[in-house]
């Protein structure tokens, strides 16, 4: 029978840490286009 290469294996390392969002919600969205000055014109 063939051993377990894994068996007794101690997993060494940092625990990963809390995902950051990469994307803004609706709420920082409209507060983000409401601060910008885009005029009349937002298809340039």
Known sequence: ???DPTRK???KGKAPGPKKS???NQ???H???ASLDLGQDMTR
């Open 27 to 29: 709420f920082e969205l």
């Open 31 to 33: 507060k983000l286009l």
């Open 9 to 11: 294996a101690i997993v």
């Open 1 to 3: 029978m063939a051993r």
């Open 22 to 24: 990469r994307y803004l």
